[in-house]
């Protein structure tokens, strides 16, 4: 079982940045395919980034394109959300996710194994 680990949630005023973090811990993360989802109050979970196992492809949610940067650090075990210009829209529980054994990126959540605790993030206006 890979846990992961994510951080760098907070309140933040609109037109603000935070950047999320979520450490794997697991040696083999650089096989994985990760992403981020969101999740709001009453709301179903959706899609938000992916990044390919190297990093050297990434896919976005069309509302958070231009604002928002999906990276990882395979050294480090570590994949990173950074997120500008954040309106009070972006207010949710951010979840990261691994997928094990394929190398395509995808935005359903059920293609996802792995699953992080969560951490909020919450825009004022």
């Known amino acids: 079982q890979v846990q992961l680990v994510e951080s760098g949630g907070g309140s933040v005023q609109a037109g603000g940045s935070l950047r999320l973090s979520c450490e794997a811990s697991?040696?083999?993360?650089?096989?994985?395919?990760m992403a981020w989802f969101r999740q709001a109050s009453g709301k179903e979970r959706e899609f938000v980034a992916t990044i390919s196992r190297a990093g050297t492809s990434t896919s976005y949610t069309d509302s958070v394109k231009g604002r928002f940067t999906i990276s990882r650090d395979n050294a480090k075990n570590t994949v990173y959300l950074q997120m500008n210009s954040l309106k009070p829209e972006d207010t949710a529980v951010y979840y990261c996710a691994a997928r094990f054994g394929s190398p395509l990126m995808t935005a359903v959540v059920g293609s996802y194994d792995n699953w992080g605790q969560g951490t909020q993030v919450t825009v004022s206006s």
């Open positions: 697991a040696p083999t993360f650089s096989t994985f395919v």
